[in-house]
């Protein structure tokens, strides 16, 4: 592929569309009718321009702005740095925006604000359910202010079940009729039978990556079996995710009465692996009385054999007859599932394009809360915004020191470089300020904030090769992950969001926030290798063959043949990952 190619740039700003020619002259009257309004639409942005920029003078002479920094609301710095003086008044843009809207409108004979379009973008190509109170997550609606139209559709049959799997979550949601019987019927261990209402409960475990990744699995195995999904509240789920579905909630209510599910481990007895081991369950799929009015699922990195026989058909009927499932899990589950023969048809009905389900379902159901947003929009307005395109650098190091790692810069350096996404600097001639340059805008994400100065450093010094202008901000550098803390949690979604928002993406190896942000944005992003012994991988980075995440620790199992097998070589759509070889990620159709 054509290096320039790679770089995915900012799309024109749309074309007023040619007026078909009519013989008498009509176009030519549609124009002179289009042109009052159109001299008196620039002339009031001309106004409001210049008494806005009087009016910010003003409030800065009184020591007075007009935006605030976001670092400061952030509780960081903004670790912004532009190279150029540009304008920063997030209201100048603001107006800017609406003016470009009056002007698309004239070669159609009327002043156009909102298009037919946005409404369509506005519910992301039918994914999200309209009716939801706007002002109770603001990024629901609003994402599609920031991020591109999506090449990737969904299917219809996935809209549909969307639609089906809310109306689920409304009837069987907490504190409904349906609910609150299943409840008491849960509580008194009675051996129950499956009824409308059945449930799968998320267990909150791991880091926000790794937390994203499972509730999607969760969702997706929570369509195909037809149950109410329900999330643990735990580390600050409500204050990260708005609700996903209209007129309930998923959040598991805290008088749920299984106490010490939180406290569920490889070696608990209710886990499903050892009812196998223990013969709780017996070969046939029938259970020793009393049958278990719930069942804990152990999907985690450490599980074991037998809990690994939760990929296997005859597994899934037994779950089939139980109530209430409660999963833990840190792994990103979804490559497994579409070996399972039982769910194989109707995944390909919902996921026609295999490499695109968490992109589709990543979109669906994790929208910043009002407090996140305003972290994300607050910075991507000052620092992002006006730029001709936006690179991604997630830099993620696996590693007991704290760093910065030489070997680490040489190695983004040298896939940047490498692979045209940033240029080369000239240390022979003197920095000149020019106008009407390109300006290319840089996000590091990273726990450390020696890499973002070492680069900021770079292109400070000294000029780009191509006269480009090359700005670079890092949000946060916490310096160490504590995914306990909920400040610590907010600023790192923001991060992954903010990301997502790239026109290109390099991202680091084994990294679930990595996997987040590249499955948001749709891109197809370049991944670093993980270097070995101090040493920049050579390559240092390749682009993926999908967007689709990693699953870290899949099962070998052949379970018609009850031996081991590579599952990566069972079906053409799931194969091995670029970063762990003995990872599954699902692949297009393309790559088969």
């Not at 090359?470 to 160490?480: G, K, N, T, Y």
Request: contains cysteine; charged residues 25%; glycine residues 8%.
């Amino acid at each position: 592929m054509d290096t320039k190619e790679r770089i995915r740039r900012s799309p024109p700003p749309p074309q007023a569309e040619a007026a078909p020619a009519h013989p008498r002259g009509g176009r030519k009257g549609r124009v002179a009718a289009a042109l009052p309004l159109s001299v008196a639409a620039l002339v009031a942005c001309g106004v409001l321009l210049l008494l806005l920029a009087g009016g910010g003078s003003a409030a800065r002479r009184g020591g007075r702005f007009l935006d605030a920094d976001p670092g400061s609301l952030a509780g960081g710095d903004g670790r912004g740095d532009l190279h150029q003086a540009r304008p920063r008044d997030g209201t100048y843009r603001k107006l800017e925006t609406a003016c470009a809207w009056l002007r698309c409108g004239f070669g159609r004979g009327h002043v156009t604000t909102v298009s037919s379009k946005d409404h369509r973008d506005k519910l992301i190509g039918g994914l999200l359910a309209p009716g939801f109170d706007e002002r109770s997550c603001l990024s629901r609606y609003q994402s599609a202010l920031y991020r591109k139209e999506s090449s990737h559709l969904p299917s219809t049959y996935l809209l549909e079940k969307l639609r089906e799997h809310e109306v689920l979550q409304k009837k069987c949601g907490p504190h409904k009729e349906s609910y609150n019987k299943a409840i008491e019927q849960l509580k008194s261990g009675q051996n129950t039978e499956v009824g409308d209402c059945n449930y799968l409960v998320w267990v909150s475990y791991s880091g926000l990556g790794n937390r994203i990744l499972t509730i999607s699995s969760a969702f997706l195995y929570a369509i195909l079996t037809n149950r109410v999904l329900l999330v643990d509240g735990d580390k600050g789920t409500a204050d990260l995710f708005c609700e996903p579905f209209p007129e309930t909630s998923w959040l598991l209510p805290v008088d749920f009465p299984i106490n010490q599910f939180k406290n569920f481990s490889i070696g608990s007895h209710e886990s499903y692996g050892n009812m196998v081991k223990t013969e709780d369950i017996r070969s046939d799929g029938s259970f020793k009385d009393p049958k278990p009015t719930f069942i804990y699922l152990h999907l985690a990195h450490d599980y074991g054999d037998y809990d690994k026989l939760f990929f296997c058909e005859h597994s899934q009927q037994h779950l089939q007859r139980i109530p209430w499932l409660i999963l833990r899990s840190d792994n990103y589950f979804v490559p497994s599932l579409f070996l399972i023969p039982a769910y194989q048809e109707e995944l390909m009905r919902l996921f026609p394009q295999k490499d695109a389900v968490f992109h589709h379902l990543g979109r669906y159901l994790f929208h910043p809360t009002n407090v996140v947003w305003g972290l994300i929009t607050r910075y991507y307005d000052s620092y992002l915004a006006r730029a001709d395109e936006r690179l991604g650098i997630q830099i993620r190091v696996f590693d007991s020191e704290t760093g910065p790692f030489q070997h680490v810069l040489d190695q983004v350096l040298s896939c940047a470089l490498k692979e045209n996404l940033l240029p080369d600097v000239n240390a022979q001639q003197p920095i000149v300020s020019t106008k009407d340059v390109r300006l290319k805008a840089v996000l590091i994400t990273s726990l450390n904030s020696g890499y973002y100065e070492r680069i900021r450093n770079m292109y400070w010094e000294h000029p780009a090769t191509d006269g480009e202008i090359i700005s670079l901000h890092q949000p946060s550098h916490e310096e160490h992950q504590d995914s306990d803390k909920n400040m610590h949690n907010m600023k790192a979604w923001a991060e992954i969001y903010l990301l997502s928002l790239s026109d290109v993406m390099v991202t680091s190896a084994w990294s679930t926030f990595g996997y987040v942000a590249q499955g948001l944005s749709g891109l197809k992003t370049w991944l670093m290798f993980k270097p070995e012994n101090c040493t920049v991988p050579n390559p240092p980075c390749r682009q993926v063959t999908s967007m689709e995440p990693c699953f870290h620790a899949p099962p070998f199992y052949d379970c018609k043949a009850r031996r081991g097998t590579d599952t990566g070589k069972l079906v053409p759509h799931v194969r091995h990952c670029e970063d762990m070889s003995w990872g599954l990620k699902l692949v297009g159709t393309d790559e088969w």
